[in-house]
T-cell receptor, first 117, second 110 residues
């Protein structure tokens, strides 16, 4: 089966510019996650969608980050305006569900490496 | 913050078993132990999970202590392709999300 697709794989922008990342989850997966991974650290959850509704966005810096999942399938994550500290890998993951049943492991895409100069 | 602690790094000889420990002393009764790994420039990959009993699949074995405060991931015959960062996470199955720590960087040496 096809995995989680993300694009672009790499992006370089200057601070104060805007950028958008796209994610296509595994077909049939209701839950979609965006993570930020700073070099040397584990991934940190930014936002979780269940179908097209937001379940958890408590760690999303809402003054500059936004995300949407129209029609409950693809998702975009936007940063506007970018700061130097936003340089990181942005990972998208999907799972069949988000809880209430055993073992909803998450499947991750390859990530988008963002460099803000 | 992550609720698990792992060694920062480990080495293992190719063909030998790699034993990666994880401490989760505050784990609660309904929380599972999950292991993921992240090979360079890729997203994390699910390996295995367990609640109380030891588990085995085609990738690895998971040994959980009787008091559930620690576990060990075993790669029985490590290869160079097993070089990665390994993450141990405890979470429940009722809405809790994965909280990743820095993990253990495993280097498999020829």
């Amino acid at each position: 089966e096809a995995g989680v697709a993300q694009s672009p794989r790499y992006k370089i922008i200057e601070k104060r510019q805007s950028v958008a990342f796209w994610c296509n989850p595994i077909s049939g997966h209701a839950t979609l996650y965006w993570y930020q991974q700073i070099l040397g650290q584990g991934p940190k959850l930014l936002i979780q969608f269940q179908n097209n509704g937001v379940v958890d966005d408590s760690q999303l810096p809402k003054d500059r980050f936004s995300a949407e999942r129209l029609k409950g399938v693809d998702s975009t994550l936007k940063i506007q305006p970018a700061k130097l500290e936003d340089s990181a890998v942005y990972l998208c993951a999907s799972s069949l569900g988000s809880g209430g049943s055993p073992a909803y492991e998450q499947y991750f895409g390859p990530g988008t490496r963002l460099t803000v100069t | 913050d992550a609720k698990t602690t792992q060694p920062t790094s480990m080495d293992c000889a190719e063909g030998r078993a790699a034993n990666l420990p994880c401490n989760h002393s505050t784990i609660s009764g309904n929380e599972y132990v999950y292991w993921y790994r992240q090979i360079h420039s890729q997203g994390p990959q699910y390996i295995i999970h367990g609640l109380k009993n030891n588990e085995t699949n085609e990738m690895a074995s998971l040994i959980i202590t009787e008091d559930r405060k620690s576990s060990t991931l075993i790669l029985p015959h490590a290869t160079l392709r097993d070089t990665a960062v390994y993450y141990c996470i405890d979470r429940d199955n009722y809405g809790q999300n994965f909280v990743f720590g820095p993990g253990t960087r495993l280097s498999v040496l020829p």
